[in-house]
């Protein structure tokens, strides 16, 4: 199928498990999750109207921003943060979607250019515990949501989680539950917290079943890599 189809297919999904789980219409936004896709991949998607394309690798995604660089695509950062990447990052992107300790959300605040508005930024938790995955312990987000007010070069809107992978709707819908229920607590100490990712190709149903407002997909959209 053509990328142009498989957006359309996803939407229509989204469309769907909104209205089955009495979610909003139109709640859910779409991030495609471009890493390792080609330009001309990203740019069949974009010419089919998607806006929104989250990359994992700064090196990668420095190319393809440069390529794209006339498209109002917004970009958000999805990967593992190393600590001399931070400066470009804080750069270059829209979002950043995987803070994980001080020291990073420290360095995005203080390289980002005054002349461009706050880094929109969420905090990844391991909501699964996995030692193999990024993210804070569910215990430490509020600390580290507290720092990210005092910055003011960045602009905390929520969480980001990637739960254990299952094949049992049941346990991915627990899974997305928790992190929904620590989101909620959140938002309601901080006015800007509009923003729950979580959501990949094989479990973003049970993602907008339990909040999600925004689900990352790549491999339903471009194929397998």
């Keep these: 199928m053509l990328i142009a ?3 359309t297919n996803i939407k229509n999904k989204i469309a769907e498990y909104e209205k089955k789980y009495a979610r909003i219409a139109g709640s859910v936004k779409l991030l495609v999750a471009s890493k390792a896709q080609s330009i ?9 109207g998607q806006r929104l394309f989250g990359e994992n690798y700064l090196q990668e995604a420095l190319v393809k921003m440069d390529a794209l660089t006339e498209k109002d695509i917004i970009w958000y950062f999805i990967g593992q943060i190393q600590r001399n990447k931070t400066r470009k990052i804080a750069e270059r992107f829209n979002w950043v979607l995987s803070v994980a300790d001080d020291v ?16 929109n930024i969420c905090i990844q938790v391991n909501i699964s515990d996995e030692v193999s995955k990024s993210g804070i312990k569910e215990n430490d987000v509020f600390k580290l949501a507290a720092l990210c007010q005092q910055l003011p070069q960045i602009k905390l809107r929520g969480l980001m989680a990637i739960p254990a992978p ?3 709707f049941r346990n991915a819908k627990q899974a997305h539950h928790e992190l929904f229920l620590l989101w909620k607590k959140l938002r309601n100490q901080y006015e800007d917290i509009d923003t729950l990712s979580m959501g990949m190709s094989d479990d973003f149903e049970a993602a907008i079943a339990e909040g999600t407002t ?3 997909i790549g491999t339903a959209i ?3 890599r």
């Design 5 to 7: 189809d498989n957006l």
């Design 166 to 168: 299952t094949n049992n």
């Design 214 to 216: 925004l689900i990352r």
């Design 222 to 224: 471009f194929g397998d």
């Design 104 to 119: 990073i959300a420290k360095r995005l605040n203080d390289q980002r250019p005054s002349s461009l508005p706050p880094l």
């Design 40 to 48: 001309e991949k990203i740019n069949a998607a974009y010419t089919a």
